[in-house]
């Protein structure tokens, strides 16, 4: 066996003795040296010792240790993931597992290896696996966490990993984990993931807020401490045990303030928040939140919009606080999160700290959302792109609270209708929904609900569900049961046209053909034959006029004259010209194919030399930048639509358009001095110049076609050192 290295040695002892402890506090020595024993066979086993401590085992103990202190499992998970690697490579069987360490072990195990069958093939990014991928973690909740663990491990250790390795893992990480922890109420983990795909695909946006936030701490720090001070000495008087401090934003949601509210970073108001947990007797826990947040309101200005409860209701994730915003020093905006330590807890590292796996037997609504997953996930009826789109709504939604007549209490997404309601309640309800009492009043199925709205449902025995009920529902649950419905109304409706049309054909005495009739449907341009009957159930294709195309075709056999046929809009394609598209052997896509047809994105401009990934649209493939502006939004929505891309050769044969943006003091010649640079500079042409000038300032774009990025920044360079010029940018 190859020796291991001092630094893997060193590093493997400092995880197993951290992990020791901690199954030692619910496992007896000889159960935890069975565990070890397991381990270091496996390791014997080991074809490279060395390779597989580095690459394999120490990535499972940092996983195993992530889920004992960010998410708080308990000794089944953390074994479970210490014998993944043995288990998957057929070393032990699942039964031998739960002989020497139980059922639990073994369920979670059972799902681990369900996963590892296409777990190495970019999971998150191609739909079939993915789909299985999802109906895997539904089954055991711990396999999600545990999942969670190791891609964020991953995120951890890919820095020093290659560009490509980075975006992969960014992407999945948008996709699929960030939300998925999210969903579970691990947020700090959901915040880490999301920052550090924005650092591997959008460095200099990174860099730049991270640069902004060290250059402000300092104030920062400051004004929480002014702002801190008067309310310590008011909390101090009340004899409350309590902890108060300040918390700046993710990188992230900076970002995402920055683009959506297109404002500058001095512009945001809310950089921190100010967080009071308190150390209170669960029966008294909303009692003193509510009693500081009396406090803090009667000292500072409140603004009453900007009030969340999740105290009274918590989120179905089991997040619970007090969040208020009030006018501090200095007339500036201060939010302020109130909660308890328990409450606190679950905030930071999500319901496993308090889930049924720790010993509460309370039910659980991620039990009700795993089962709805699954359901959604399985039914045989919906696309594969339907069901992502579903699954992706289900993860992120903001929430409401509504109410029935007799006070129940039900949570729904936020643009849920009074159609999705009725079906939240049951699907008998749903189907024969006409109208909705909201609040005592009159409104159709498509009225949108708020929270704190009183909801009442009307039926009809007549009423069935319609296919634009889809456009009308948000929620997965009742897209699922709207779909189930439509198809057994519409298998009802086939019988009925079958058995009309067969009894017509035999009225005329014609001999039904079954190929003569396919090949009939066929020729209608019908996808399936149950649409095809569909349309003879609802009258909107007479049965003798069919009757008359069947006879027709009989009678001219063989000819093959169905060109003039009318072609459905849906099934038309306009060619695009060769001009729009690019094949070339100077971009490798995917699995390194190359010649492949391409476009290069508008949004961003990608020239030789960008870090660039391809994007699989209804258009063929485009190339974007991975720090292209719609980059984030493509991965969170669309993450299985996105290949691998990168140039081959080292300098680029195309020449690329990019527009810059100048900006600098408005002198004499100035324009005329950058207009000599670009003429001056080899391979660089000037497409086009647009210059405003205001208040001695001028500012304008240059766009210029040039080969690479090399050209581009020793462009840049000289451009930035022209007497007067302030700043020269790439625009997108």
């Known amino acids: 066996m190859t020796e291991i290295s001092f630094t893997d040695r060193e590093e493997f002892l400092s995880l197993y003795r951290k992990l020791y402890l901690f199954l030692r506090q619910a496992w007896d020595s000889k159960k935890t040296s069975l565990l070890k024993e397991l381990m270091l066979k496996s390791i014997g086993k080991a074809e490279v010792a060395e390779k597989y401590v580095r690459n394999e085992l120490i990535l499972e103990m940092k996983t195993a240790l992530i889920t004992i202190e960010e998410i708080g499992l308990k000794q089944p998970t953390v074994c479970a993931v210490l014998l993944y690697h043995p288990v998957v490579n057929n070393e032990y069987t699942l039964d031998e597992i739960k002989k020497l360490f139980g059922s639990e072990v073994e369920v979670i195990l059972r799902g681990l290896k369900k996963i590892s069958r296409f ?29 969670i663990a190791q891609q964020l491990q991953l995120m951890r250790d890919v820095r020093t990993g290659d560009s490509s390795q980075q975006l992969n893992l960014s992407v999945e990480s948008t996709y699929l984990y960030a939300p998925l922890a999210h969903r579970l109420g691990l947020y700090t983990i959901k915040s880490e993931l999301e920052d550090l795909s924005l650092k591997y695909t959008d460095r200099k946006m990174y860099d730049f807020i991270a640069q902004k936030l060290n250059e402000s701490k300092r104030s920062r720090d400051q004004y929480i401490r002014e702002f801190i001070g008067p309310l310590k000495e008011r909390l101090d008087k009340t004899g409350l045990k309590y902890d108060i401090k300040g918390r700046t934003k993710s990188i992230h949601s900076i970002h995402n303030k920055l683009k959506k509210q297109k ?18 007797p669960a029966d008294q826990e909303k009692a003193q939140c509510w009693q500081v947040y009396s406090i803090i309101t009667d000292m500072y200005q409140p603004n009453p919009k900007r009030l969340k409860d999740w105290l009274s209701i918590p989120k179905s994730n089991g997040y619970e606080s007090l969040h208020i915003t009030v006018m501090g020093q200095r007339a500036k905006w201060v939010e302020v999160q109130i909660r308890t330590k328990r409450m606190d807890e ?10 049924k796996y720790k010993g509460i037997k309370e039910e659980s609504t991620l039990d ?64 024969t929904c006409m109208s909705g009492r909201v609040n005592g009043k009159n409104v159709p199925i498509k009225y949108i609900l708020k929270s704190g709205d009183q909801v009442e449902i009307n039926t009809s025995s007549h009423q069935t569900p319609k296919q634009d009920w889809l456009n009308i529902v948000v929620t997965s649950k009742a897209r699922t049961k709207i779909r189930q419905l439509l198809k057994e109304e519409a298998g009802k409706q086939v019988d009925i046209a079958k ?17 003569h009739l396919m090949q009939l449907i066929k020729k209608l341009r019908y996808k399936t034959v149950t649409d095809f009957y569909v349309d003879i159930a609802s009258e ?13 075709q009989e009678n001219r056999e063989g000819d093959s004259r169905d060109t003039h046929l009318p072609q459905s809009a849906e099934s038309f394609t306009l060619k695009s010209t060769a001009a729009e598209i690019k094949s070339s052997d100077e971009l490798v896509i995917d699995q390194d194919l190359t010649g ?9 401009n990608p020239i030789f030399g960008d870090d660039i990934f391809g994007f699989v649209s209804s258009q063929g493939i485009k190339i974007h930048r991975v720090n292209c502006p719609n980059a984030h939004d493509l991965f969170s929505r669309f993450g299985y639509r996105v290949l691998k891309a990168r140039w081959s050769g080292t300098t680029g044969s195309s020449s690329y358009t990019i527009v810059l943006r100048v900006i600098g003091n408005d002198q004499i010649n100035i324009v005329a001095n950058l207009m000599s640079i670009i003429s001056k500079e080899d391979g660089v042409q000037m497409r086009s110049i647009a210059i405003d000038s205001n208040d001695g300032l001028f500012q304008g774009n240059i766009t210029v076609m040039l080969a690479n990025t090399s050209m581009l920044e020793q462009l840049i360079k000289k451009l930035k050192a022209v007497k007067g010029v302030k700043s020269v940018n790439r625009l997108n």
């Open 540 to 552: 909107k294709m007479d049965v003798n006029w069919v009757i008359d195309r069947y006879l027709e």
């Open 346 to 355: 679950i905030a930071e590292r999500g319901l496993a700290a308090h889930w």
């Open 499 to 515: 058995e009309t049309l067969s009894r017509r054909m035999k009225n005329r005495k014609i001999e039904v053909d079954d190929a």
């Open 119 to 147: 777990s190495d093939k970019r999971t998150a990014v191609e739909s079939e696996n993915y789909m299985k991928l999802l109906l895997s973690i539904a089954e055991d909740i711990r396999v999600v966490f545990i999942m």
């Open 263 to 280: 404002i500058e970073f001095e512009g945001i108001y809310d950089l921190f928040a100010i967080r009071v947990i308190l150390d209170a």
């Open 368 to 431: 009700s959302w795993l089962t709805s997953l699954r359901e959604s996930l399985e039914d045989k009826d919906t696309n594969l792109n339907q069901k992502l789109t579903d699954f992706k709504l289900d993860l992120y939604d903001e929430e409401i609270f509504v109410f029935t007549p007799k006070g129940d209490l039900f949570k729904l997404p936020r643009g849920a209708t009074i159609l999705d309601f009725a079906f939240t309640i049951h699907t008998k309800l749903g189907a």
């Open 596 to 604: 492949i047809d391409y476009r290069l994105a508008k949004c961003c």
